[in-house]
């Protein structure tokens, strides 16, 4: 079955980096794109960034361009996203989703990762 | 500050038809497809409605996606508890180059 696991969050300064992971399984990795998407504490969800499946074609959201950096292992099956400059308003729950170009749909979810920017 | 404009909340009794909104413009519901998403806190958000109006395998017939130019609708027919939960529209944003999600609609069940 597809599986979709997020780690490396954690409890940040402002202004310092994280690096999160989502490790897939049970499908052709290789095929899919993979998007990144928060949800701030007591906010909706908010798209932040995409990677087409062969890492041809990034995509971000305003927000973070210029500060957050995707990418992806196809031999490890991993995506990454290396955030940079981290603000207080960067917090929340991070979660990793498939991209399906049925209709541009975010098809499976991992259960997310928490990320705390705090001084 | 989303593109995707939701109505914060909706309610109905059990057996009740709901209806959620989501408007858009022409960069992106017009020009692309809808999708919805289910999403209860603390949980994987879960696709519920892909392609405007298409059912993933496994989702109850009762939810439904229709789209009308700039604007988009998930109906819920036949209210149930386990439907309580945040709704999502979200589609592809061609001058924004990325992906929007709306505003979000909390659905509760009377």
């Known amino acids: 079955q597809v599986q979709l696991v997020e780690s490396g969050g954690g409890v940040v300064q402002p202004g310092r980096s994280l690096r999160l992971s989502c490790a897939a399984s049970?499908?052709?990795?290789?095929?899919?794109?993979i998007h990144w998407v928060r949800q701030a504490p007591g906010k909706g969800l908010e798209w932040v960034a995409s990677i087409w499946h062969d890492g041809s074609n990034k995509n971000y959201a305003d927000s973070v361009r210029g500060r957050f950096i995707i990418s992806r292992d196809n031999s490890k099956k991993t995506v990454y996203m290396k955030m940079n400059s981290l603000r207080i308003e960067d917090a929340g729950i991070y979660y990793c989703?498939?991209?399906?170009?049925?209709?541009?749909?975010?098809?499976?979810w991992g259960q997310g990762t928490l990320v705390t920017v705090s001084s | 500050q989303s593109v995707l404009t939701q109505p914060p909340s909706a309610s109905g009794t059990p057996g009740q038809r709901v209806t959620v909104s989501c408007s858009g413009s022409?960069?992106?519901?017009?020009?692309?497809?809808v999708n919805w998403y289910q999403h209860l806190p603390g949980t994987a958000p879960k696709l519920l409605i892909h392609s405007d109006n298409q059912r993933p395998s496994g989702v109850p017939a009762r939810f439904s996606g229709s789209k009308s130019g700039t604007s988009a609708s998930l109906a819920i027919s036949g209210l149930q508890s386990e439907d309580e939960a945040d709704y999502y529209c979200a589609s592809w944003d061609d001058s924004l180059d990325g992906y929007v999600f709306g505003t979000g609609t909390k659905v509760t069940v009377l």
């Open positions: 989703a498939r991209g399906h170009e049925v209709g541009n749909s975010l098809d499976y």
């Open positions: 049970g499908f052709i990795f290789s095929n899919y794109g």
């Open positions: 022409s960069s992106n519901i017009a020009d692309n497809t």
